[in-house]
């Protein structure tokens, strides 16, 4: 049975929407306008709190891109400070 067109794929859904709640959680505690940094300790923590396993700031490739984190070995999690994404973020 194909997917309905409507419907959005989440891939490892669990875990996606565990990530996504503990970004949110370091959001509204630490507001708008922390720092990168300040972001990605607290992050960290959320993290360790879960209990899931991670990798911070981890090297990827002969591209010298680096990864804010990679949780459970599986989702790439980056980080932004900024007020919108702009297409250089996405390289």
């Known amino acids: 049975m194909a997917?309905?067109?409507?419907?959005?794929?989440?891939?490892?859904?669990?875990?996606?929407?565990?990530i996504t709640g503990l970004c949110f959680d370091v959001h509204n505690e630490l507001g708008p306008y922390a720092?990168?940094?300040?972001?990605?300790?607290?992050?960290?923590?959320?993290l360790e709190?879960?209990?899931?396993?991670?990798?911070?700031?981890?090297r990827i490739g002969d591209s010298g891109n680096i990864l804010d984190f990679l949780v459970e070995g599986q989702i790439a999690v980056e980080l932004k400070a900024r007020r919108s994404v702009i297409g250089e973020d996405y390289r």
């Open 3 to 18: 997917p309905n067109k409507t419907q959005s794929h989440v891939v490892l859904p669990k875990l996606s929407y565990t």
């Open 35 to 46: 720092k990168e940094k300040q972001y990605g300790d607290c992050q960290e923590n959320k």
């Open 49 to 58: 709190v879960a209990g899931l396993n991670y990798k911070r700031e981890m």
